[in-house]
């Protein structure tokens, strides 16, 4: 089971980035995908998730701005972010859990400059 995330970068205020998780090893059509970020000294939280049959949520910070999707064929996973804030600068991280079990993919650097 590998996730693997991409996509981050440094962007002004008010820019967009999308991030993608590609995911390999099982059959992810059949899992619900988070996306999650770390900002320094903070704990890591739920920005975004999708489950297996396409329902979302998103955290209230990033609601209407932000847009998770995902692509079964690619095997894919996508968080499209907009009117990025200086706030949402993180380590941004997509997780399954399979079974009990959490796994995380190694994480994309998003820097949102002012």
């Known amino acids: 089971v590998q996730l693997q995330a991409s996509g981050g970068g440094l962007v002004q205020a008010g820019g967009s980035l999308t991030l993608s998780c590609v995911i390999s090893?099982?059959?992810?059509?059949?899992?619900?995908i988070g996306w999650y970020r770390q900002a320094p000294g903070k704990q890591r939280e739920l920005v975004a998730a999708i489950t297996s049959g396409g329902i979302t949520n998103y955290a209230d910070s990033v609601k209407g701005r932000f847009t998770i999707s995902r692509d079964n064929a690619k095997n894919t996973v996508d968080l499209q972010m907009n009117s990025l804030k200086p706030e949402d600068t993180a380590v941004y991280y997509c997780?399954?859990?399979?079974?009990?079990?959490?796994?995380w993919g190694k994480g994309t650097q998003v820097t949102v400059s002012s």
């Open positions: 997780k399954t859990v399979l079974y009990g079990m959490d796994y």
């Open positions: 090893g099982f059959a992810s059509e059949n899992f619900a």
